[in-house]
């Protein structure tokens, strides 16, 4: 499952799964999981930059764990979900903010806000061993060096084994798909020129790191 | 392009694309295309029965022109749009039209209620060589013997150069994608023991039959 980036045939995003987070967009905390698809055209890795198309308004980052599926799974119940799951990646669910408030203004789909190329920047692929926890897990993004997202997997209100579960009994989760958890506090805007870096790990112990650079593209 | 089916990566699906269809749901006519992702795991082809879930209220047939992709789209012209085109095929854009008003209400995605598996069918491929005018052809669709759906792709608001074009400056468009072009109007309710039979074509000339049973499934 190394290779999910290229083989994968499904990004599934949850939304709104930190209390912080969904409060900070002014949402209702959820009572089900919400979410949405990505496109994997909108897979990007290092050292590709982040390219920002022009004149759609803010572009936001949201770090994610991901989870990245090894098994087939349909209808799974939450007890044999994890054993669905080959590993993780640490991900960024890019976000065409101004689009997606046009789009649920018009109570219109978010494929468009949240799918342009290079959306969906993603790090090295994580076996499963390499984690104790999936829910114990440190997770943070700085801009330009400064702290902007500073979170901990232990927030998460939709545990892994309920989402995989949840979205199993709506569409099959397939070998190399992968399933984005949702972002912690403190999403914000992009642009060209920042750096981006971001971390996962946990007690000390770094899983993954990642480094986009950021720029503008012409269409 | 012959197993668009099992090797695609991506199905775009362009909502409100006849005016007939969009006034039958209360929606205004779109200003520019408005589209959604289904995930490849929505796809089934004949044999198979089209499986509804239970308990999520009504389900709806769409008949739809898919476009299959034949190579890589990024930032294409109008004029250029077509040379990426391989073929065509039959789909269904089946739709749990509760789930999918709910979203709406709430604001939210509409990847659920269009992404249930089983919720693509489709039939198989056409070689473009075989359409003369892609926006001359009859589509139409039969619940149990009885027309339900009878419509010319004439009748499209956006055509399919603008609509690939369009959506290649989002997001790439790769060989074995499939963009569904919208629904004309006559969407329904489908129910356990139905037969849905569909069929394309031009002049007399049958492009492609489909045909699908309907049977519940038990989550
Ligand atoms: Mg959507
Ligand atoms: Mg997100
Ligand atoms: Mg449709």
């Not at 982040?50 to 936001?60: F, M, N, Q, S, T």
């Not at 468009?112 to 829910?135: L, N, S």
């Not at 000390?204 to 650079?213: D, H, M, Q, R, Y």
Request: hydrophobic letters at 40%; proline letters at 6%; glycine letters at 10%.
């Amino acid at each position: 499952m190394a290779l999910f980036r290229q083989a994968g045939r499904k990004i599934v995003a949850v939304g709104r799964n930190y209390a912080e987070h969904a409060k900070e967009l002014g949402n209702a905390l959820p009572s089900q999981p919400l979410f949405f698809l990505k496109p994997t055209s909108s897979y990007l890795s290092m050292p590709q930059p982040i390219a920002l198309p022009r004149g759609i308004g803010e572009i936001h980052h949201e770090i994610e764990l991901g989870i990245v599926i090894g098994s087939a799974a349909t209808n799974v119940s939450e007890t044999d979900a994890m054993s669905h799951v080959a590993g993780y990646a640490l991900c960024l669910d890019m976000t065409a903010r101004d689009l997606q408030d046009t789009a649920k203004a018009n109570r219109a789909p978010w494929s468009a806000a949240k799918g342009y190329d290079g959306f969906c920047p993603v790090g090295e692929f994580i076996p499963k061993e390499r984690v104790t926890d999936p829910h114990a897990l440190d997770i943070w993004l700085k801009v330009n060096g400064a702290m902007r997202q500073n979170g901990n997997t232990s927030d998460m209100i939709f545990r892994l084994p309920f989402l995989i579960s949840y979205i199993s009994k709506i569409m099959t989760l397939e070998p190399n798909d992968l399933v984005l958890t949702g972002t912690p506090s403190g999403v914000g805007r992009v642009q060209a020129g920042d750096v981006l870096t971001a971390g996962l790990g946990a007690s000390g112990t770094v899983l993954s790191e990642i480094s986009f650079n950021v720029v503008d593209r012409d269409y």
